[in-house]
């Protein structure tokens, strides 16, 4: 089956830098997705990595490496609008189209 | 403005009673999918559908029903069978660029 892991909870403090790890073992890869969700409503798309390396996106950065079966979300200049749940999700094979595979979500606390 | 519509937000239905969530999209994706999300746990896939007429059972589809008539319709039944209704639902499709999933606003349904 497939099994995505990411710690439950986390904590920071504003202004800080936080990353969210997350491991995944699936049988392919095609892909692996972040969300932010806050409480009570939709998740938003975050990042996307595919290949190895690291991809940044303003304050946020998300890493891969598809031979460990690891990806990390950085999060920087932490503010308090960044408390939410972060979603990480893999996509492991297919086109474009292809289900995700999401784990169960960490919930960051961001402390003025 | 293009998006996905989920109504209604809230829905109260007594134990016994099928109930459709409704789930529309104007961004000419082709797929959509229809997740449950219970407090503190990640996305659980229930049903998806690639193109119109056609769709595939999630991880948990039992208790559930859906039907794909349109591109941009994905409604989903929660029947009587379904033991534990109780639940976040989102519905969310695919374009075609790197495949990331956009998320409708959701449905809280309750039955007691």
């Known amino acids: 089956g497939q099994n995505i892991d990411q710690p439950t909870e986390m904590t920071a403090t504003e202004g800080a830098i936080v990353q969210i790890n997350c491991t995944y073992q699936t049988s392919g890869f095609n892909g692996l997705f972040w969300y932010q969700q806050h409480a009570g409503e939709a998740p938003t798309f975050l990042s996307y990595n595919v290949l190895d390396g690291l991809e940044e996106k303003g304050r946020f950065s998300s890493f891969l490496s598809r031979s460990k079966g690891y990806s990390y979300l950085l999060l920087k200049e932490l503010q308090m609008k960044d408390s939410a749940s972060y979603l990480c999700?893999?996509?492991?094979?297919?086109?474009?189209?292809?289900?995700?595979?999401f784990g169960r979500g960490t919930q960051l606390t961001v402390w003025p | 403005d293009g998006g996905i519509t989920q109504s209604p937000k809230y829905l109260f239905r007594k134990e016994g009673q099928n109930v459709t969530l409704s789930c529309e999209q104007n961004?000419?994706?082709?797929?959509m999918y229809w997740y449950r999300q219970d407090p503190g746990q990640g996305l659980r896939l229930i049903y998806y559908s690639q193109i119109v007429n056609d769709f595939q059972k999630g991880d948990i589809a039992e208790g559930y029903s859906v039907s794909r008539e349109k591109k941009e319709s994905f409604p989903l039944t929660v029947t009587s069978a379904q033991k534990n209704p109780t639940a976040f639902y989102l519905c969310?499709?695919?374009?075609?660029?790197?495949?990331?999933?956009?998320f409708g606003p959701g449905t809280r349904l309750t039955v007691t």
């Open positions: 961004l000419n994706h082709d797929a």
């Open positions: 969310a499709s695919i374009g075609t660029s790197l495949g990331e999933q956009y």
């Open positions: 999700a893999v996509r492991d094979r297919g086109s474009t189209l292809g289900r995700l595979y």
